[in-house]
């Protein structure tokens, strides 16, 4: 009898197609970069147009929280770190997510700016900024590959947080 039962069992499990055995769906992109010319000796054209290209970040860490806001009680349900091509990937199981960088993290990040003499925090956006995240998905039952995120460098202002502004010296 336990051996019916138990070849019921496989045969009923292996009838299910493999989609719906599938728990999690795998989320992927790419993130880049490029820069600016921030002053100094005008470069040549090739040395600005190298500077201009989309080029991708190693090492950027992405986070997950469940919901479409970023609040400050809600948990990390997952993280992961770009690779040398600026490639990353996680697995999440069907819901509302929102991705954040390291700095949103902190509810408070326009506070790091506030004795900076160099760098002004528009605190109004930098808090809306926090709020909405990097980006909002949902994930239902398919992987969701390039989901991908160009940051633009800014001269004199950390990668990726905007609502910042630089009233210091340019080089000359």
Not at 4 to 18: M, Q
Not at 20 to 45: F, N
Request: aromatic share 12%.
């Amino acid at each position: 009898m336990n051996v019916f039962f138990t070849s019921f069992i496989i045969g009923l499990l292996a009838s299910i197609p493999t989609e719906e055995k599938k728990l999690t769906q795998t989320i992927s992109g790419t993130i880049t970069t490029s820069g600016s010319y921030c002053g100094g000796v005008a470069p040549s054209k090739e040395i600005l147009q190298k500077a201009q290209a989309k080029r991708p970040i190693g090492g950027f860490m992405v986070y997950v929280k469940k919901g479409t806001k970023n609040k400050l009680l809600s948990c990390i349900v997952d993280s992961t770190r770009t690779d040398s091509n600026g490639n990353y990937s996680f697995d999440l199981k069907p819901g509302k997510y929102i991705l954040l960088q390291k700095e949103q993290l902190n509810e408070t990040v326009y506070k790091t700016y506030e004795a900076s003499k160099l760098l002004q925090a528009d605190v109004d956006c930098m808090k809306l900024w926090w709020e909405k995240g990097m980006f909002t998905i949902t994930v239902e039952n398919e992987n969701i590959d390039g989901l991908n995120f160009h940051f633009q460098k800014r001269c004199f202002v950390p990668l990726g947080i905007p609502c910042l502004r630089y009233s210091g010296p340019y080089p000359p």
